[in-house]
């Protein structure tokens, strides 16, 4: 007992390799340079979302991607870790989070869309099941809450709710039953999410997960999110089974996270029309 809760503190303790550099904040309400407009994006799911990954020795510094503090929703340059619940300036209070896939993915479309803002809102929940993302529990309430205030903060009649990122579904992979319902309740989160945001259309982008462990129901898992678009109009699904690669039996490494914000991004402009 007492080896198992020693693992669970040690798992949650900030990374070496986090760079402490206080958070540099930022103006949601101004455009950059010869940005046109601001696009929210929201990222969900569980750790893997948040990121495992080995972090850079430098942080990003870049004025065209801005992220929402996970704890005070205060608004920074986007930087690893974008989960961070730690204090902005100290750092105290961070815990494992690391490189995940949303700084590539928004790096990616700056460089289709040059003249657009991305503004990052973390909302994943590491080990988190689907159950606790129901409309009504505290991780679906709170990223409708962070992302209506996003939306408020933004210029004016430049701002927009662009789209969600999902990389979940471990956590419903402990048996066949959860794996059976899991594409209902997807579907259930995506209209609620629509509806709520007030937008019907709102793209949703899905990712295959990894199937080191239990590799059976992850498989079937994984051919549950690969139906998304079947499940749902304007959705996606990146498949990042032919390049995945791990720091444990269930986290992806950076180089795969960096390849899920490309191909992430990549979806998107193919929901959007412009690829």
């Known amino acids: 007992m007492i080896m198992v809760l ?19 904040t930022d103006d949601i309400t101004k455009l950059p340079g010869e940005c046109e407009r ?3 994006f929201l990222l969900m799911g569980q750790s893997n979302m948040k990121g495992r990954g080995v972090m850079p020795k430098e942080p990003l510094a870049d004025s065209q ?5 996970l704890k005070n929703d205060g608004w920074f340059l986007a930087r690893h870790p974008l989960h961070l619940v730690g204090d902005p300036q100290t750092f105290a209070g961070a815990d494992n989070a690391g490189v995940g896939p949303g700084i590539t993915f928004a790096q990616t479309l700056i460089a289709a869309q040059p003249k657009t803002r991305i503004a990052l809102v973390p909302c ?30 933004g210029p004016k009649a430049k701002t ?27 579907g ?15 793209p949703f982008i899905a990712c295959t997960i990894g199937e080191k462990k239990t590799p059976g129901l992850r498989r079937k898992m994984n051919a549950v999110l690969l139906d998304l678009p079947k499940l749902r109009p304007h959705t996606a699904c990146v498949d990042g089974r032919s390049f995945a690669k ?21 979806e998107y402009l193919k929901l959007t029309g412009q690829q």
Not at 6 to 24: C, E, F, M, S
Not at 65 to 69: K, L, Q, R, S
Not at 160 to 186: C, D, F, M
């Open 160 to 186: 927009r709710i662009a789209g969600a990122l999902w990389l979940q579904g471990e956590s419903n992979t402990r048996s066949e039953e959860s794996v059976k319902a899991y594409g209902p309740a997807l």
């Open 124 to 153: 994943a929940k590491g080990g988190s099941n689907i159950t606790q993302w129901r409309k009504g529990r505290q991780l679906y309430d709170e990223t409708v809450r962070r992302t209506k205030l996003a939306l408020s903060q």
């Open 65 to 69: 991607i801005i992220m929402m503090h």
């Open 6 to 24: 020693q693992t669970v503190i040690a798992q949650k303790l900030a990374p070496p390799d986090l760079n402490k550099q206080p958070l540099a």
């Open 246 to 266: 791990f720091v444990d039996a269930v986290h992806f490494d950076t180089a795969t996270q960096e390849e899920h914000g490309r191909c992430y991004a990549v």
């Open 38 to 40: 601001v696009d929210i």
């Open 188 to 202: 259930t989160l995506i209209d609620n999410l629509r509806a709520d945001l007030g937008i019907p259309d709102l």
